[in-house]
């Protein structure tokens, strides 16, 4: 289900006007208050995206990736208060147990990247992309999709991949097929390609609108069948950016996350996931320079964090991801609060069949990941 039907079916559960007036402190300390009643029964696990005034309450944080290990393992906790995106929560529901409640303080937290490939529009792909070339196409998918794509692709023998392990699965995928279907991101599917010796020249994109190739070479040379989507974060980082910046420092660092263009990441001289990006700036020499091209409270973060090395945006104009920013204090105590009066609101539910088929796609990531 995507946000916007997930919203349809929950709109009575709109936030209470009383939140947005209450001081943070009141909201920090009923938060603190709350949690140390349920102890290890409560678990909010954060994406790296998150805001500050969230992270703080975090039980965890981390990439895609190791929130999907992190939900699978913890069997403890009763409540999942998850502190990220839709489609987040939906993997945790799916790799959590039944008796496991995941809640998304704000329904309206989706990502506009996994509402990019809708199923119908892939079952459509699909079948004409079997037409085409047989049986010979592993379908892919970024974890950024919807649970009903993850099943698609789970019933369909392959699997999830993340920004951390893309590499990885897909040379797996290339043991089981001739060819992929990368959905829904076509720039870290571009990307991860190229980078195991892919030439551009034998990837296509397709587009769900037109139902069509947008592709110039003969048919039967493709070996990458790209989605026509994007994340619309990442989309604003440019190669105007990185020009900019090598002509004002010359001496500073370009790192950009995979879900930025083909263009932006061969200008750069390092490309990875969050925790990539994280992990290279706590290492980084003191003194070192870097532009980052990444979520804006991600950037804010690594530059209050270590005061010692020059870190700047590489796009100046940066927002933050909006979506991930409805998370925010007030809508974390809300959910908090019904939760101690015994009210479970805005809990993530996937349905049984898809969230069994898409568990086939997690696992199969999961299963050749460290
Ligand atoms: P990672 O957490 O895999 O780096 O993905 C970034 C992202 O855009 C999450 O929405
Ligand atoms: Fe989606 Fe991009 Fe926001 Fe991640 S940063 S949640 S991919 S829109």
New binding site residues.
Partial sequence: MNVLDTLKKTSHNQMPEIYKTLSVERMEQRVKDIKERFGTRLFIPA?H?QKDEVVQFADATGDSLQLAQISAENKDAEYVVFC??H?MAETADILTDESQKVILPDMRA?????DMADIEQTERAWGILEQTFGDTVLPLTYV?STAAIKAFVGKNGGATVTSSNAKEMVSWAFTQKQRILFLP?QHLGRNTAYELGVPLDQMAVWNPYTDSFEYEGAIEDIKVILWKGH????ENFTVKNIEQVREEHPDMNVLVHP?CSREVVSFSDYAGSTKYIIDMIDQAPIGSKWAIGT?MNLVKRLIDTHPDKQIVSLNPHMCP????NRIDLPHLLWTLEELDKGNVINQIIVDKQISSQANLALDRMLNRSI
């Fill in positions: 994406h995206y990220g995106v489609f989706g990502c506009s990247m996994a950024n991101d994340c619309s974060v990442h879900e979520e991801c909006l979506t991930m």
